[in-house]
């Protein structure tokens, strides 16, 4: 899936809990349907967490990669709740 | 040394479970307001109901003997609230706080530090005679002396009252399973079965080897800390007690279980976030001695023993987490 090119990137990588999830959401909330959010985050309980609540949401995981570390690479298409 | 090297066994399998876990009591509270998301919560459940089966066991058995809290209506009400404000802003509750330190999270490493400077000025500082004065002013205690429970208040004993909640709840959850089809699924990492049930034998493990000790109650969190820094301030005198080697012992099961998972990374927030998780663990350290346990110490290991100051303090730190979790994040995202 790393070909899809994101529409933005966020990164929210040493921000503490629940900053990590709360950052992806309030973005994904601004952003247009079919758009790509590309989150690069570090916290491992976020990484577990959000699939959930971009479900929830409506929005699609099109794929969550380990970088090095604990360091993640999502990445998201909006589902449009602007 | 001798007995109180097990608390540092228990450690190691604890903070262990807890990164692998995620386990943390604060994300728990805070998430099933903030983004309707109860799976840490079913986790909480889940290790109340197995500690509730094997502390009756032991109970029963002889191989334990419960030992509720007291009931200090005043003082588990305010230290409790004021402890549940505290770890939102410290961003983790006593537990989650302390395994992070092992994963290197340096706002995890404030947080510890203010509880512990927050804990201990509570415990031997300035702050004691407010905490004896509050505690003695509102205790309420049985007809013996004894610390008020809910089985002592319906007239059972320790086990009836267990076994009776147990199948309520196991009925209960069966009928409600069933109905909305409850659905378990697992993306990444352990589901909230499997971290509920180990971190509930942890529980049931920490019970009698932390007796064995001297200690005659299951886990605990800040009084380890207070223990540690006892330590550093006074190291001929003091010597490590049962707790303070338990939290050695999360620290580097954390650590341990963040390397295996190639998680381990120092993440540092920025500068004013270190004094918001450091400002967190001061007031969680201070609710914490005041109301006389954390959310380990009465939540974790008080509430399955049906001590009433427990219950009420468990009340008190959620009312306090959801407080806090309301102004910090469910308000400014209203003004968006």
Partial sequence: MTDVTPTKTLDVCGKICPYPDMNTMTTLKKMEKGEILEVLLDYPLSVERMPRNLKKQGHKLLSTEQLDGPNHRMLIEAYGLK | ?336
């Fill in chain 2, 1 to 336: 040394m001798g007995a109180v090297v097990t608390g540092l066994f228990v450690g190691l399998i604890f903070g262990f479970i807890l990164q692998r876990g995620r386990f943390c009591m604060n994300s728990a509270f805070r998430d099933a307001i903030l983004m309707k998301d109860n799976v840490l919560l079913k986790t909480v459940f889940v290790a109340l109901l197995v500690e509730l089966i094997g502390f009756s066991i032991m109970d029963m058995t002889g191989a334990i003997a419960i030992n509720p809290k007291p009931f200090w209506w005043g003082a588990n009400l305010l230290g409790s609230f004021i402890f549940g404000i505290g770890m939102v802003l410290a961003g983790g509750c006593a537990s989650g706080i302390t395994y992070r330190v092992g994963e290197g999270m340096v706002g995890s490493i404030t947080a510890v530090l203010g509880l512990s400077l927050g804990g201990y000025i509570t415990a031997a500082g300035f702050l004691k005679p407010f905490k004896a004065n509050l505690q003695a002013a509102t205790t309420i205690s049985g007809a013996d002396g004894s610390a008020l429970t809910l089985h002592g208040i319906l007239g059972m004993d320790y086990t009836t009252l267990a076994l009776i909640i147990l199948l309520v709840v196991l009925a209960a959850w069966y009928f409600i399973a069933r109905k909305n089809g409850e659905e378990y699924e697992v993306d990444k990492g352990w589901g909230w079965v499997t971290t509920g049930t180990l971190v509930g034998f942890v529980g049931i493990l920490a019970f009698p080897l932390s007796a064995a000790a001297g200690r005659n109650y299951p886990l605990g969190i800040t009084a380890g800390w207070i223990n540690i820094v006892k330590k550093i301030l006074n190291p001929a005198e003091v010597s490590l007690d049962w707790l303070g080697m338990l939290i050695i012992g999360i620290v580097l099961g954390g650590f341990v279980a963040a390397l295996i998972a190639k998680e381990f990374k120092f993440r540092v927030p920025k500068p004013l976030v270190l004094v918001q998780t450091f400002a967190g663990g001061l007031l969680m350290g201070f609710g914490a001695v005041t109301s006389g346990g954390c959310n380990i110490g009465h939540l974790l290991s008080g509430v399955p023993q049906f001590s009433l100051g427990s219950i009420l303090a468990g009340i008190s730190i959620v009312l306090g987490a959801w407080a806090a979790s309301y102004v910090m994040f469910v308000l400014p995202q209203k003004n968006d």
